[in-house]
C-alpha cells in the first residue's frame, strides 16, 4: 500500500479523502474518548513484540484461523504502533454512538494521539510517531480473520496509507491524515470493539500490553480465565523461548502490573487470571447499595441480544445508570440488566 507522503496545504485532505472510498474524512475531535480495541487484534498475535526492528515473517494457526506477517524493510508494526489503531477506532466509535457520520479516513492532531496515548510530547516523540505510521502502513497481513460477519481471506496493510496534511515551521508533524483498512474499518461498522482501560497505555513491556490484551478478550468481567503456558505463549506472538517466557509471565505475577486483572500460577503450568476487585453477589438478591454483579452467561445473552456490541460497556453504563437511580435494591440484577439491554436494542439509546 501507499507510504507516507507529505504536504503543507489543505489541498491534500481531498486526495486522501477520494483515495479511501468514502468521499469525505472524519474529524477527530471528541475528547476523552473511551479507548477501544478491536477483537481480532485482541485474539490472534499481529503486532511484534520487539524493541528492536523485526523483520521476521510471522505465521500462526489456531482453531481455524490463519494470519502471515510480513514486515516492510523497516520492519514490523510492533504493539506500541497499535496505539494509533486504538486512537482511531476510540474516536470512529464515540462518533457512532454519538449518531455521527464516519469516514475510513481520518484527520488527526499528532499532540492529541500522543496525549491520548500517554506518551510524551518531544521532538523525538514525533519523530517516532513518524515511524510508526510507516510501520503500520508497510507491514502486510494476510488473513482469514472475520470482522463485520465476513469471512475473506485477503491481504492488506494496517492502514491503507497515511499523510502529513500539515506541518509546522520546523518540519514536524500537526495534522495527519490516515486511511484504514477496509477489514479493520469494517470491525468498527460492525462494533467488534471492547472498552480497554486506560491504564493500558501505562503498560510499557510489550509483553504486558499483549497478556492484558488477552486477558481483557477472554476474561473480560468473569470470574476467570485459566490457559495453559503453552497456549499462552502462541496467542502471545512472543519470540521468547519457553523457559524464558515463563520467567517474564513469573515476573509479572511478582509484580502484578495489569489494570484490572490478577495473574497467579497454578498446578499443571497453567496460569489463571482474575478480576483484581471482584465482587461476590450474596444470596437472595442486592441489597441497596451493592454493586450489582452478573453472572457471564448474562452477559452472553446480552451478546446475543445486540451482535457486534461491547457487552461490557454496555454492562459498564447499565451499573452507571444503577448509580445515578440511588443503588436500588435489585432482586434479580441479570434479569434487570437484560431487560435494559432490550430497551437499547429497541433504540432507546446508542449501543
Known sequence: MAAAGTADTGGMQTSVAQASGQGAFFLCDI??????????????????LGTRPDRRILNYEHNGAEITVTPSVKGLATIHDKDILIFCISQLMAA????????????????????ATNRETSGDAYRRLRESFERLAGTRITTNIVTGGQEVTSGFGLIESWEIVRKARGGRMVNVAVTLSEWLFRAVLSKSVLTLSRDYFRLRKPLERR????????????????????????????????????????????AQPLPDYAMEELPGDLIR?????????????????????????????????????????????????????GGPRLRQADAAFLGWVKKRRAGEGPA
Open 31 to 48: 475528547f476523552d474518548a473511551i479507548p477501544k480495541n478491536d477483537l481480532a487484534s485482541m485474539e490472534h498475535p499481529l503486532f511484534s
Open 96 to 115: 457512532l454512538n454519538a449518531g455521527r457520520q464516519v469516514s475510513r479516513t481520518l484527520h488527526l492532531k499528532a499532540h492529541d494521539l500522543l496525549v
Open 211 to 254: 497478556i492484558y490484551e488477552l486477558t481483557r478478550k477472554h476474561c473480560g468481567r468473569q470470574e476467570g480465565w485459566t490457559i495453559s503456558v503453552d497456549t499462552l505463549l502462541k496467542k502471545s506472538g512472543s519470540a521468547s523461548p519457553r523457559r524464558v517466557f515463563r520467567k517474564m509471565i513469573r515476573d509479572m505475577i511478582e
Open 273 to 325: 487470571f482474575s478480576q483484581k476487585h471482584a465482587v461476590v453477589a450474596p444470596a437472595g438478591g442486592l441489597e441497596a447499595g451493592t454493586a450489582p454483579v452478573l453472572k457471564p452467561a448474562t452477559l452472553e445473552q446480552a451478546r446475543s441480544l445486540m451482535p457486534g456490541a461491547d457487552v461490557y460497556a454496555l454492562e459498564a453504563e447499565w451499573r452507571a445508570m444503577w448509580r445515578r437511580s
